[in-house]
């Protein structure tokens, strides 16, 4: 099964920056979109970014377009999301996440694909 860790997560002040990585393993990124997914206490898993392999196509939640930018390289198996002008609502766990291997609950949806394979999450504060 695939693996995927992320990393990058810590506290920053509002109208600041942070990147998040997100490695991957025993997975083939080929015809396959990646991405991220965050959750918010109290509050159900969203859809942050995804990209297909190679970078020919993103796809971005509204609440985050032109802040966000989601990047991959292929060399080093890694998945970026690079965020500025965070916002106190940005505060959540990130997760990232790879498209197939869904199992009913196990399975989201964004961008109208389904994503199965998770990382453990990377948390993000953001202090206002």
């Known amino acids: 099964q695939a693996q995927l860790v992320e990393s990058g997560g810590g506290s920053v002040q509002a109208g600041g920056s942070l990147t998040l990585s997100c490695a991957a393993s025993e997975y083939n990124y080929r015809s396959r979109y990646v991405g991220w997914f965050r959750q918010a206490p109290g509050k159900e898993r969203e859809g942050v970014a995804i990209?297909?392999?190679?970078?020919?196509?993103?796809y971005y939640d509204e609440s985050v377009k032109g802040r966000f930018t989601i990047s991959q390289d292929l060399a080093k198996n890694t998945v970026s999301l690079q965020m500025t002008n965070l916002k106190s609502e940005d505060t959540a766990m990130y997760y990232c996440a790879a498209e197939g291997g869904c199992r009913d609950d196990y399975c989201a949806t964004f961008g109208g694909r389904r994503f199965g394979y998770w990382g453990q999450g990377t948390q993000v504060t953001v202090s206002s």
């Open positions: 990209i297909y392999y190679g970078g020919s196509d993103t």
